[in-house]
C-alpha cells in the first residue's frame, strides 16, 4: 500500500511539473498500437469538451497520447483534495471519461 501511494504521488508530481502547453509529446495523432486506430488532438479535444470532461471541469491544453492503451489523456482544473484529474479519450470507441487521478494521500 505504502508503495502504491509512493508511485501514485511521483505520478502527480510528473504531471503538474509540466507547464500548461508543454506537452509530454508533440504528437498530433495518436496511434492504437493494438489495432490502428487513429485519433489527432483535435478530435480527442472535441469530444472530451462534448463529454462530461467539459461538463464538470475546464479542458487545459496538457495533454498525451497512450499508444499502448489507444488513450488521450487531457488534464483538465477541477478542484478535488488529492486528485488531479484528466480526461481520457478512447480512440476506439471515441468516447470520453474523467479518470481522478487521486493519490488516496490527503494533505496535512
Do not use: F, H
Not at 22 to 49: F, R, V
Not at 82 to 87: E, S
Not at 92 to 98: G, H, L, P
Not at 101 to 108: A, F, N, S
Request: net charge negative.
Amino acid at each position: 500500500m505504502k508503495r502504491l501511494a509512493i508511485i501514485l504521488s511521483i505520478m502527480l508530481l510528473l504531471t503538474v511539473a509540466c507547464d500548461e502547453g508543454d506537452n509530454p509529446t508533440d504528437q498530433e495523432t495518436c496511434i492504437d498500437t493494438e489495432n490502428g486506430a487513429q485519433m489527432t488532438i483535435e478530435e480527442a479535444l472535441q469530444i472530451a469538451q462534448d463529454s462530461e470532461c467539459g461538463k464538470d471541469g475546464t479542458i487545459k491544453s496538457t495533454y498525451m497520447c497512450n499508444p499502448d492503451t489507444g488513450t488521450w489523456w487531457i488534464d483538465l482544473e477541477i478542484e478535488k483534495e488529492g486528485c488531479n484529474p484528466a480526461c481520457v479519450v478512447e480512440i476506439d470507441d471515441r468516447t470520453a471519461e474523467i479518470n481522478w487521478r487521486c493519490t488516496g494521500v490527503i494533505p496535512e
